[in-house]
């Protein structure tokens, strides 16, 4: 059984920056591609970011390019979303969710199907 549970969200005014971790519990969490997605009120669940087993391939959603990063710690079983220039329509419940993909190249990194394992979300509130 594979445990996500992601922290660091919290409000932040528009413009600020805030990193969320997702650490996971159980076996073989290097061996699997991971990414976020995020979920505003009223809208659908939308991808944001993900990364390969080894750190070599990562993807984001055009909305945030050059503004967040993600990165992982294969040897702390984490997944980082580094978030900088925050803007209120960033305002969601951010999940980490684990790929089902052991490649470097994740297929159809942003495909929620794909993944097997969710957190339970933490909020990020950005204040215009």
């Known amino acids: 059984q594979v445990q996500l549970v992601e922290s660091g969200g919290g409000l932040v005014q528009a413009g600020g920056s805030l990193r969320l971790s997702c650490a996971a519990s159980?076996?073989?969490?290097?061996?699997?591609?991971m990414g976020w997605f995020r979920q505003a009120p009223g809208k659908e669940r939308e991808f944001v970011a993900a990364?390969?087993?080894?750190?070599?391939?990562?993807y984001y959603a055009d909305f945030v390019k050059d503004r967040f990063t993600i990165s992982r710690d294969n040897a702390k079983n984490t997944v980082y979303l580094q978030m900088n220039s925050l803007k209120p329509e960033d305002t969601a419940v951010y999940y980490c969710?684990?790929?089902?993909?052991?490649?470097?190249?994740?297929?159809?990194?942003?495909?929620?199907?794909?993944?097997?394992?969710w957190g339970q979300g933490t909020q990020v509130t950005v204040s215009s």
């Open positions: 969710a684990r790929h089902f993909s052991s490649r470097t190249v994740v297929l159809q990194p942003s495909d929620a199907a794909l993944y097997d394992y």
């Open positions: 159980g076996r073989s969490f290097s061996s699997y591609a």
């Open positions: 990364i390969s087993w080894n750190g070599v391939s990562t």
